[in-house]
C-alpha cells in the first residue's frame, strides 16, 4: 500500500514538472542551423533566403529563456551579416522574442510575435502574426530550421 502511494506521488510529480510547455522548451533548447527563409506578399513569394538565389548560412539557439542567432549571406556577390539575440517567452506554439541586441538597430526592444512548430528534428517559425495569434496569409515569413546534432 506504500508502496503504490510513493509510485503515485512519483508519477503526479513527474506529470506536474513535465507540463507540455516545459516539454516544449525541452525540444527548443539546443542549436538549429536555418535551411529556408521565405517571404510571402500578396500570395506571391517575393524573397527567398538560402538556396537557389543565396548562399550562407546562419545557425540560431535556444537555452531556457535566452536565444542567439549568427549568420552570413551572399546576396549578387556582396557578403552580409546577421545576428542578434535576446529573451523569448512559449507557450505552445505562441513564440514571443524580446530582441536585446541585433544587426537592425530598429530592432532592439522589438517583442515579434510569432508562431513556433517542431517536427522531429525540423523547426518552423511563422511570424509577424496578430494579436489574436493569426497569420496574414498574404504577408508573413517562414523560417526553417534543422536541430544540429
Known sequence: MKAKMIISLMILLIIVCCSPNEKQHRKIDGAWSLVSYITVSKDTVVGRYVGKDVVGSQIKVWSQNHFVFVGRFIVQDKAKDNYGGGTYTLEGSQYIETILYHKNHQWVNSKPRMLLEIRGDTLYQTWPVNDNWQINKYDY?????????
Not at 515569413?141 to 546534432?149: A, C, G, H, M, Q
Open 141 to 149: 515569413t517562414v523560417e526553417k530550421y534543422v536541430k544540429l546534432k
